[in-house]
Each structure stands twice: as C-alpha cells, then as structure tokens.
C-alpha cells in the first residue's frame, strides 16, 4: 500500500505543479493599431498615448539615415534634460524595424534624420495582456497543498516505523 500513495502523491504534486504553471500563461491581443505618416526636416518627437502600456512599433517606411528612438519614462526624462538617449531601443529601415514591448509612463517616439529628412511611416500596435488559463490557479494550489499535506504525513509515518524498527 506505501508505494501506491508515494505514487498517488508524487501525481497529485505534479499536477498540482502543472496546473499552476499554465495558470500563468498570457496571451496578447491587438487593441488597436494606428499608422503614423509624416514628413520629417529635423528632430520631431511624437507623444503616443499609453492606456494599456504593451506596443508594437513598426517602421514601414523611412530614410536610410534616419533614426526612429523609443523613449519611454527615465529615457525620456535624461533625453528632456540633456538629449541624450543611452539604453532605448533605436530602429532602422535597414536594421531592426520593429520592437515589441512594454512602456512603463509614456511611449514617446523621437524621429531624428542624421543628414535630411523625407517621408516617414510608422505603425503603432497596441495590446493588452491576458490570463486566459488564470482560473486553473485555483484548483492548483489547491492540490498543492492537498499533496505537501499527504507527503508530510507519509515521511512522518516512513521516519516513525524506520525508528522502532532501530530500537
């Protein structure tokens, strides 16, 4: 009978283990998405509106020496006081064109052509994230603690009868 409940108890935990990792499990979906299209001569900087802070951006179309730079909270504080930009993501039209991720206070996009300007267009996806599977928590943790219950009780049983059989 030992083994059969280590055994029942070693699948109770590990469901119990699965069951909570699929519970967080996200997926994005789209809210909306937005193209913007200027014509750039020097520094513009666009202020985009953050109601669920997960974007996409996605240059389509611009100069070869042109910079499209994401700023977002602390970046755009030190690009506001000394415009310089250290650690935010840069694209290219013939680098990485699109960047994917989440934006803390604020999505700022700064367009800056090195020699001179021309067309730009970039397209702006927001999403937000869901738990879909966050339900499965619950019966989860549940089990958890159902099976660390059983696995206490039967080390507990395991150590006594390993003791009297040593006196």
Not at 89 to 106: A, N, S, T, W, Y
Not at 125 to 141: D, H, M, N, T
Not at 153 to 167: A, E, G, P
Request: with cysteine; charged share 15%.
């Amino acid at each position: 009978m030992k083994p059969v409940l280590w055994t029942f108890t070693a699948v109770l935990l590990i469901a119990a283990l699965v069951l909570i990792v699929i519970s967080n499990f996200s997926v994005y979906h789209i809210v909306s998405t937005s193209n913007l299209s200027i014509m750039v001569h020097e520094r513009m900087l666009l202020n985009i509106s953050n109601e669920t802070g997960i974007f996409k951006v996605n240059v389509i179309e611009a100069p070869k020496d042109t910079l499209v730079i994401l700023l977002s909270g602390e970046n755009y504080q030190k690009f506001l006081m000394n415009e310089q930009v250290s650690s935010a993501p840069v694209l290219k039209i013939d680098g990485k064109r699109e960047f994917f991720g989440e934006f803390e206070d604020c999505l700022v996009i700064l367009v800056n052509p090195c020699v001179k300007g021309g067309f730009v267009e970039i397209e702006v996806s927001r999403y937000v994230e869901k738990f879909p599977y966050a339900y499965l928590a619950i019966p989860g943790y549940f089990l958890f603690i159902i099976s660390m219950g059983l696995l206490f009780q039967l080390v507990k049983h395991t150590l006594r009868s390993r003791s009297k059989n040593f006196i």
